[in-house]
């Protein structure tokens, strides 16, 4: 499995949100090396308190059984908020693979202390846009993380 | 604040939903002693892996800067399952109370670990509603905790 080649689709997820006037954070869900689920946080272009960018990639795979998530591996742009901490730990979500921390650290300690496997990227790409996002927008990425 | 009279909105909400064939989970938030949102569990109604009854009722307030958040009661008819705790500590929800949690215990001990305060009814309506649930729909059920 290529981190590169998923971190690259989530990073276009994230860009997709950004063009779009939105918080430019990403997601792919990959299982057997394939992308089976993409989404992009849609807090502005939906009106959303929910829709972050792995919610937005969960949702877009609708239901499924709880085995299905099982041999899941999410690739996110940006260390997850405790919301998408939290979606990833009520479907037993294995494997997290994160862009970035240095501009957000999320929840990765309270994947880690439940068993989830955290990889951190540090890929220059997720930490610029997000980087100018933070610069140019601040008060939507505030109210993003409920600041 | 009485709380009978929130937890029975809430349980609405539930009784909402299981007449839609979904989970019956309700939720509303509470603000100045009145409710400012109202949700149920849509897994079914609209094919979510992410409408938790919390979850929806956050979303049925859209966007709100942080500061909406920090002095909202959250009532739920069940304890909360990790991805709507992660939801209400994003969102520094203080104040959680909880129908029943006889059911299903949920991440209870995590959010009075970052400074929640957690109420728990034991409301026998809400306890009956989940028990009549669970009997009928186990896999349902099982699907919307990732079992």
Chains 1, 2 share one sequence.
């Not at 949100?17 to 502005?44: S, T």
């Not at 890929?123 to 933070?134: E, G, K, P, S, V």
Request: hydrophobic letters at 40%; charged letters at 20%.
């Amino acid at each position: 499995m290529s981190h590169a080649r998923f971190m690259q689709a989530a990073l276009e997820q994230a860009r997709i949100g950004y063009a779009e006037g939105g918080v430019p954070i990403g997601c792919v869900l990959v299982k057997d090396d394939a992308i089976v689920g993409a989404g992009h946080n849609r807090r502005v272009q939906q009106n959303s308190a929910i829709r972050h960018g792995e919610m937005d990639a969960l949702e877009a795979t609708g239901r499924k059984p709880g085995a299905w998530y099982k041999d899941i591996t999410l690739y996110t742009t940006l260390s997850p908020c405790a919301m998408c901490t939290g979606a990833i730990l009520l479907y037993g979500i294995p494997q997290v693979v994160i862009g970035e921390n240095a501009s957000f650290m999320g929840e990765e300690a309270h994947l880690a202390s439940r068993g989830v496997t955290v990889t951190v990227l540090d890929d220059a790409d997720c930490r610029d846009l997000m980087t100018a996002f933070m610069r140019n927008a601040p008060e939507l990425w505030h109210e993003d993380i409920g600041l």
